[in-house]
């Protein structure tokens, strides 16, 4: 037995680098050890009991299927992760009832159980988490920029690893979100934090309910550029799509609805611009070979409603 609760970020980099998963999976992954790992198919709900027993449930499917625990003879054995890979999703119900909705290309690392003074997960990518509220246990989520504390209340934290920018939305209650340097900034409901390069970069007046409509499978884009809008699509569908340089400040409009099929999602996006897409060797590229740009691409605001 161990006496001491180690930190997430320690755990999870253990976990995240050993060779339990080798590659890019194509199905969402529950890894309980290195030797027990478990595909799920897409949209699998993960749920803990209090006492760390874990249940699968499938979207559509007959009843749950119970797993059993590998005996826990170290710390990080004490620890699972939930792999959903590009094009993927699904959720979890951890050890203390919090929900997670986990978004395409996320890690999450967190303990089967949790300790009687706090409570911690890792996260690398998006996750639209309710917490439960528990004043004796302050409720952790921790990324490899930053970390936001809360004791029950419902938020959205967007951090890719490979992105240099990461967002903490705040749907209901209260966080307090600190970077790297010790910077700190608390949040209040429809508040976003925005970090640039594992720095508190701003706090802005937004509505909260749009950044979840993810877990609906709706992206809002809420007059984002083209250039910001591609790396989503990437996640859902993956795959890689790119757009030629001078259509990246195309300001977008509306919602875009995700499940439907790539090519649909692209079709909408294609005549939206008066683009057309090329396929060339798995990627798909938007092309400006139809339009007249102005001088300044920013002022091309095309509605996608």
């Known amino acids: 037995l161990w006496n001491a609760t180690p930190d997430i970020e320690d755990v999870a980099a253990g976990l995240l680098s050993a060779p339990s998963v080798v ?21 699998t709900k993960v749920q803990y009991s209090e006492d760390g027993q874990v249940s699968l449930h499938q979207q559509g499917g007959e009843g749950e299927v119970s797993v059993s625990q590998p005996e826990a003879a170290t710390v990080s054995a ?7 890979p590009k094009g993927k ?16 290309g996320t890690k999450v690392v967190y303990p089967t159980v ?20 528990d004043e004796e246990r302050p409720f952790y989520v921790k990324t490899s920029g930053f970390k936001v504390r809360v004791l029950g209340t419902a ?6 690893s490979q992105s240099s920018t990461a967002e903490v939305v705040l749907l209901r209650g209260r966080v307090h979100v600190e970077d790297k340097q010790g910077e700190g900034m608390e949040l209040k409901p429809n508040q ?21 409509n993810w877990t609906r499978g709706v992206l809002q884009l809420q007059g984002k550029p083209l250039g910001a809008l591609l790396p989503r699509l990437e996640h859902y569908y993956g795959v890689r799509v790119v ?3 001078p259509l990246r400040g195309i300001l977008m409009h509306g919602y875009l609805d995700v499940n439907c099929t790539l090519q649909e999602a692209l079709e909408r996006i294609s005549i939206a611009t008066s683009t057309r897409v090329v396929e060339e060797e798995g990627c798909y590229c938007f092309r400006a070979d139809t339009i007249n740009l102005m001088s300044d691409p920013l002022k091309n605001e095309l509605p996608m409603e």
């Open 114 to 133: 949790f300790a009687d003074d706090c409570r911690e997960i890792f996260v690398d990518g998006e996750i639209f988490i309710d917490v439960k509220h």
């Open 23 to 43: 590659g890019e999976p194509d199905q969402p992954l529950l890894v309980m050890s290195p030797e027990r790992v478990i595909p799920l198919a897409n949209d």
């Open 243 to 245: 757009c030629e340089e």
């Open 155 to 160: 938020f959205n934290v967007c951090a890719y």
């Open 89 to 104: 999703h699904t959720r979890l119900q951890l050890a203390d009832g919090s929900e997670l909705y986990v978004n395409a």
């Open 192 to 212: 976003l934090a925005r970090l640039e390069d594992q720095h508190l970069a701003a706090c802005e007046e937004v509505d909260a309910a749009s950044y979840i």
């Open 78 to 84: 004490s620890y699972n992760q939930l792999i959903v």
